[in-house]
T-cell receptor, first 114, second 111 residues
Framework: DTGVSQDPRHKITKRGQNVTFRCDPISEHNRLYWYRQTLGQGPEFLTYFQNEAQLEKSRLLSDRFSAERPKGSFSTLEIQRTEQGDSAMYLC????????????FGPGTRLLVL | RKEVEQDPGPFNVPEGATVAFNCTYSNSASQSFFWYRQDCRKEPKLLMSVYSSGNEDGRFTAQLNRASQYISLLIRDSKLSDSATYLCVVNNPSGTYKYIFGTGTRLKVLA
């Protein structure tokens, strides 16, 4: 399967714990995006990488959230001191870049904070 | 005002019906437009891009009206398998290429 992959697919954690999610984009895709989706809403943009450079962060991304893409391939999203309001589906997407901006989404990581 | 607005539905239609969804966007500088389909508890999947001249893919037709700042999706001869949430997506014009999603329109096709 050469699509976007995410790990884990589900995560249950207790409030206050740290969690880390991984995204592997489609190979050769330069751009990588993180979105968050809650029930009944469309996905909301969190952050975006062009290769290894993080070029934009949403104001939704509080200081408890950090994302990296150290070698311009896979990316991680870490949430520190989780809160119940962090419960959501975290979606990763990638795009080829250059003139092609269609984004392809991974299956998401569903987070439940108890 | 939300940047991208859709009627959340649900739209309940019988098999074989024609159904249309509209979506409005607020930023007149928006460059690219898409419709994504999302099944329950799954990721969004690209249904079609929306071009200024309008475009068709089988039973699906998408149109863009830049003057009125809305895009539409028409589904003809609805199938049970069309039941899903349809997300309107606008590409941010500021250069970061992030997507701005509507809340989605739920469609249920009834036998």
């Amino acid at each position: 399967d050469t699509g976007v992959s995410q790990d884990p697919r589900h995560k249950i954690t207790k409030r206050g714990q740290n969690v880390t999610f991984r995204c592997d984009p489609i190979s050769e895709h330069n751009r990588l995006y993180w979105y968050r989706q809650t029930l009944g809403q469309g996905p909301e943009f969190l952050t975006y990488f062009q290769n290894e450079a993080q070029l934009e962060k949403s104001r939704l991304l509080s200081d408890r959230f950090s994302a990296e893409r150290p070698k311009g391939s896979f990316s991680t999203l870490e949430i520190q001191r989780t809160e119940q309001g962090d419960s959501a589906m975290y979606l990763c997407a990638s795009s080829l870049g250059v003139a092609e901006e269609t984004q392809y989404f991974g299956p998401g990581t569903r987070l439940l904070v108890l | 005002r939300k940047e991208v607005e859709q009627d959340p539905g649900p739209f309940n239609v019988p098999e074989g019906a024609t159904v249309a969804f509209n979506c409005t966007y607020s930023n007149s500088a928006s460059q690219s437009f898409f419709w994504y389909r999302q099944d329950c508890r799954k990721e969004p999947k690209l249904l079609m891009s929306v071009y200024s001249s309008g475009n068709e893919d089988g039973r699906f037709t998408a149109q863009l009206n830049r003057a009125s700042q809305y895009i539409s999706l028409l589904i003809r001869d609805s199938k049970l398998s069309d039941s899903a949430t349809y997300l309107c997506v606008v590409n941010n014009p500021s250069g970061t290429y992030k997507y701005i999603f509507g809340t989605g329109t739920r469609l249920k096709v009834l036998a």
